[in-house]
């Protein structure tokens, strides 16, 4: 049965899912448990030259070469400073019929939450500090707003090669 079908179907109420919550530059943010691996502390990366500064480096994971992908710097803000509680969430995001692992610096890590489909708002037209179409939906949680990330989206593969490649050009870096 398709998602929209389910969507439609009074009788075939959709699950509550649970959502990994992190705070960046002040914010609370969430993404879907499914896709996320694991959680590392912030270790050394490696920079790779040429890169523009949403894309922090690279980490040895187990052998693999993890891209670690700057939230704070991909939805336009500044670079995140590494503190005490920084971590690395290691996520499966899916890309052309195959799993591509990425790593995202984030402030900290908070907590897993359950929230069901009731709690979840559509994204606003305006107002968040973000892209509209980085965000999945606003959760509702103790009377606060969690904002969703469409993940896939954020870390949509051909758009950071773009980026990449803008980043080759002669402009200056700041």
Do not use: W
């Not at 992190?22 to 996320?36: I, N």
């Amino acid at each position: 049965m398709s998602l929209s079908n389910k969507m439609k179907s009074p009788d075939n109420v959709p699950e509550t899912r649970q959502y990994l919550t992190f705070t960046l530059a002040g914010e609370t943010f969430a993404v879907g448990t499914l896709s996320v691996k694991e959680i590392i502390e912030y270790g050394q990366l490696t920079g790779v030259p040429m890169m523009p500064p949403s894309i922090r480096g690279v980490i040895n994971l187990r052998g693999a070469v993890v891209p670690v992908i700057d939230l704070g710097a991909r939805f336009g803000g500044r670079q995140t400073e590494v503190g005490r509680r920084t971590c690395i969430v290691i996520l499966e995001v899916d890309h052309a019929d195959e799993q591509q692992v990425i790593g995202v610096l984030v402030d900290a890590v908070n907590e897993v939450l359950e929230i069901a489909p009731a709690q979840i708002e559509p994204p606003p037209a305006f107002g968040a500090h973000i892209r509209t179409d980085f965000i999945q939906g606003m959760g509702k949680v103790g009377g606060r707003f969690v904002i969703l990330l469409d993940i896939g989206r954020v870390l949509s593969v051909d758009e950071l090669a773009v980026l990449a490649q803008v980043a080759e050009s002669p402009t200056p870096n700041e």
